[in-house]
């Protein structure tokens, strides 16, 4: 679940030409987070520029099964690779 501020973002998916969105941006930070095996980021839907989010859906397929703990952690990680204007609120 993402909460984010979209004041500053181009909408939540990619973008051609390349253009600051939350899906990229999110994804950078779970790479760094679970490797570049990770895949793409998912949104269950999708926002102009602009709109702000406080509970957006979306997924990742990592290359593992982590554990609870993983995730707690992971959750943390992420995070603090995040810009303040993204926040991720649950992985499960």
């Not at 570049?36 to 957006?56: L, N, Q, Y």
């Amino acid at each position: 679940v993402i909460s984010y501020d979209g004041s500053d973002f181009a909408g939540f998916q990619y973008q051609s030409p390349p253009a600051r969105t939350v899906q990229a941006t999110v994804e950078k930070a779970a790479w760094r987070i679970f490797g570049a095996d990770a895949g793409r980021v998912v949104g269950a839907s999708r926002t102009d520029g602009g709109v702000h989010a406080k509970a957006a859906v979306a997924h990742l397929d990592v290359p593992t099964q982590p554990s609870l703990a993983e995730l707690d952690a992971a959750l943390v990680g992420i995070n603090l690779c995040l810009p303040p204007d993204v926040r991720i609120r649950k992985i499960e």
